[in-house]
């Protein structure tokens, strides 16, 4: 791969370990995968912030990182709500590992917003056509396929080490050859809400890492194209998918001729009841729509079971309101984290979510049984004594 002089420089150490090891990172990657150079990026999202993920070694090597990030950059969900950590039972010592993290990651620059949805707080992150370096999956499927910006699946040290160099390697989704739609999928089912999960979750499946174009009968909204890929990247490893008629690349490219058709009854079919002991929303984050319509299906009743949402800090700051009256409910609301990266949720035994994603996760990340329900059944569920 072809480096100009200024990066020739910092290969051979000439800005010191921590720009060295990351341009050697972004090489390896742009070597193993053919990339001819390095492309700027306009931001950076970074995994690797929770410590039930990272642990003791993760940490160890964020703090030894010496510099500045040459752009905006932010974090990925972390192990706790920042603030409230003790609500949700997080023991001092993970509460100070946890801090150590934030505090290292901020040392080198990056803004300590804890979120999957960098979309929704700030609107300069990446734009159609722009280049960056994101590395939470539903993040990364949001910006390929919603905004139509250009990321790989970076991991946490791929995406920390674009951050500090500005540039990430050409290869990849960041080229029109990668983007073309490999795989037609026709959805014969009217999709409302929680069915784009739903759907996300039978599609991952079958569709491992291709492109997907979706011919849908109902035009979905940007929570549930969220949804939708989220789920995808979850039960599969889909970073770009295509919706006609709505999604801005999707009349780019030709029809592809493997053609997938799923019916309502598949869809149905994610979903199923049960006794949960904790009930979960926020799978990516919820935003200030979702969260107004979980106001709305409350209606000002009290919740008699343990509910989560989990959302950023900055929709939590922006929307006190909200907030207030969810809390009035008995909804506990939790900022900089979520029901499946904190270890927080692994007391609980049975978690009903609306989320595809989510649904994916919890048997094995947090090793409790998940049902997927729609958001009004979950809403109804945390009703039940
Ligand atoms: Fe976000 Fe956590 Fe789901 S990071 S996408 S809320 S698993």
Redesign the pocket.
Same mark, same amino acid.
């Given at each position: 791969m072809y480096l100009n002089p200024e990066e020739e420089k910092i290969f051979n150490g000439e800005r010191g370990p921590t720009f060295q090891k990351a341009i050697e990172i972004l090489t390896a990657l742009g070597d193993i995968y053919g990339a001819d150079r390095l492309i700027p990026i306009k931001s950076a999202q970074i995994a690797g912030v929770s410590y039930k993920t990272i642990g003791e070694a993760g940490l160890e090597w964020i703090s030894d990182l010496k510099g500045k990030v040459a752009v905006p950059s932010i974090l990925?969900?972390a192990g706790m709500d920042m603030e409230c950590w003790k609500e949700m039972g997080i023991s001092q010592d993970f509460a100070d590992k946890q801090e150590k993290i934030i505090r290292a990651y901020e040392a080198l620059g990056v803004r300590t917003e804890c979120s999957?949805t960098p979309y929704n707080i700030f609107d300069n992150l990446a734009g159609f056509g722009d280049h960056v370096a994101w590395s939470?999956s539903?993040a990364i499927s949001y910006a390929n396929s919603v905004i139509g910006a250009r990321t790989n699946r970076e991991g946490g040290p791929s995406a920390l080490s674009a951050a500090l160099i500005g540039k990430t390697a050409n290869y990849g989704f960041h080229l029109d050859e990668n983007r073309e739609p490999t795989i037609l999928i026709k959805v014969e089912a009217e999709l409302h809400d929680s069915d784009y999960g739903a759907l996300g979750y039978i599609v991952g499946e079958m569709a491992g890492d291709r492109v997907p174009l979706f011919k849908l009968s109902s035009i979905p909204a940007k929570d549930e194209l969220k949804s939708l890929g @989220?789920a995808m990247a979850a039960s599969g490893a889909v970073a770009l998918y295509h919706v006609l008629g709505v999604t801005p690349e999707a009349g780019k490219y030709e029809i592809p001729a493997e053609t997938l058709t799923i019916e309502e009854k598949q869809i149905k079919d994610v979903y199923s009841s049960g006794e949960p002991d904790l009930i979960a929303f926020? %799978?990516?984050?919820s935003s200030v729509g979702e969260l107004r319509k979980l106001v709305r299906l409350l209606n000002g009743k009290k919740v008699k079971k343990e509910v989560w949402i %989990?959302t950023s800090r900055a929709i939590k700051n922006r929307h006190p309101e909200l907030i207030r009256k969810l809390e009035k409910s008995g909804v506990k609301v939790f900022c900089d984290t979520?029901m +499946? +990266?904190s270890p927080a949720s692994e007391r609980f035994t049975c978690m009903m979510v609306n989320s595809g994603? @989510?649904h994916k996760?919890v048997p094995n990340l947090c090793g409790v049984k998940s049902i997927m329900a729609t958001t009004e059944e979950c809403v109804s569920a945390a009703m039940m004594g």
């Open positions: 990925n969900p999957c939470e539903s @989220a926020g %799978c990516p984050h %989990c979520c +499946v +990266v994603k @989510a996760y």
